[in-house]
C-alpha cells in the first residue's frame, strides 16, 4: 500500500528521501525516489526478499558492498541494481552530499516501511528504531525486507514477544495509514 506522493521523509540521522511517483507497469509497480546522504551516512546491511532496486548517482560518490563482496564505488553517472534477494548496504563515500535517482519493483511496501523506519529514527540518538518499532517492522515486513545484523534468535523469539506486547498496548497504531498521510 502506497501512502501520498510525493512525500519526504528524514531518518535524523544523515539520509533523507523523496519519494516522488508510482509508475505502473505491466509486470507491476515501480515506485520512484531520490536519495540524499550526509558523508559517511547510508543504511546497514538489509535485503529486499521481492524487490529489485536501482540507484544513479547525480551527486558525490557512492560505496556500495554486497553480502561477501569487496567494496565497490560508483561516480557520478554510474549506476547499479540489486537484485531482490541480495543482502547489500551501501554509504556516502565523499566529503559532500550523495544525491541518488532511485527505484524498486516492485513497490510493495518500501514507501509505509521506511516511512516507519524514519520516524522511529528521526527522534534517537542512533540511527536504529526502538525495540517496539524493530519488533513491528520485523513482523510486519518478514516476506519483504530483512536487517542482516539482527541476530536471527532476536527476530525468532524476542520480537514477536515484543510485537504482542506493542499490539497489546495499542502502540501501533500510529502506523494505520490514516496517521502516516497526516
Given at each position: 500500500?502506497?501512502?501520498?506522493?510525493?512525500?519526504t521523509?528524514?531518518?535524523?540521522?544523515?539520509?533523507?528521501?523523496r519519494?516522488?511517483?508510482?509508475?505502473?507497469?505491466?509486470?507491476?509497480?515501480?515506485?520512484?525516489?531520490?536519495?540524499?546522504?550526509?558523508p559517511?551516512c547510508?543504511?546497514?546491511?538489509?535485503?529486499?526478499?521481492?524487490?529489485?532496486?536501482?540507484?544513479?548517482?547525480?551527486?558525490?560518490v557512492?560505496?556500495?558492498?554486497?553480502s561477501?563482496?569487496?567494496?565497490?564505488?560508483?561516480?557520478?553517472?554510474?549506476s547499479?541494481v540489486f537484485?531482490?534477494?541480495?543482502?547489500?548496504r551501501?554509504?556516502?563515500?565523499?566529503?559532500?552530499?550523495?544525491?541518488?535517482?532511485?527505484?524498486?519493483k516492485?513497490?510493495?511496501?518500501?514507501?509505509?516501511?521506511?516511512?516507519?523506519?524514519?520516524?522511529?529514527?528521526?527522534?534517537?540518538r542512533?540511527?536504529?528504531?526502538?525495540l517496539?518499532?524493530?519488533?513491528?517492522?520485523?513482523?510486519?515486513?518478514?516476506?519483504?525486507?530483512?536487517?542482516?545484523?539482527?541476530?536471527?534468535?532476536?527476530k525468532?523469539?524476542?520480537?514477536?514477544?515484543?510485537y504482542?506486547?506493542?499490539?497489546?498496548?495499542?502502540?501501533y497504531?500510529?502506523?494505520?495509514?490514516?496517521?502516516?498521510?497526516?
Open positions: 500500500m502506497q501512502l501520498r506522493l510525493p512525500q521523509i528524514n531518518s535524523g540521522h544523515g539520509e533523507m528521501v519519494f516522488i511517483e508510482c509508475v505502473q507497469e505491466p509486470d507491476g509497480d515501480r515506485i520512484l525516489f531520490e536519495g540524499y546522504v550526509q559517511g547510508g543504511p546497514i546491511l538489509h535485503v529486499h526478499l521481492q524487490q529489485e532496486e536501482g540507484f544513479e548517482v547525480k551527486q558525490g557512492m560505496a556500495y558492498q554486497t561477501g563482496s569487496d567494496v565497490h564505488h560508483l561516480q557520478v553517472g554510474e547499479t537484485e531482490k534477494s541480495v543482502p547489500h551501501f554509504w556516502n563515500s565523499s566529503d559532500e552530499e550523495l544525491i541518488l535517482v532511485s527505484w524498486a516492485p513497490a510493495g511496501n518500501l514507501q509505509r516501511y521506511m516511512t516507519i523506519l524514519f520516524l522511529s529514527t528521526s527522534g534517537r542512533t540511527n536504529t528504531p526502538g517496539f518499532d524493530a519488533a513491528y517492522l520485523s513482523i510486519q515486513y518478514r516476506g519483504e525486507f530483512d536487517v542482516l545484523d539482527v541476530p536471527r534468535a532476536m525468532q523469539f524476542v520480537f514477536p514477544v515484543i504482542w506486547i506493542g499490539r497489546t498496548l495499542g502502540l497504531r500510529k502506523y494505520e495509514a490514516d496517521f502516516l498521510e497526516k
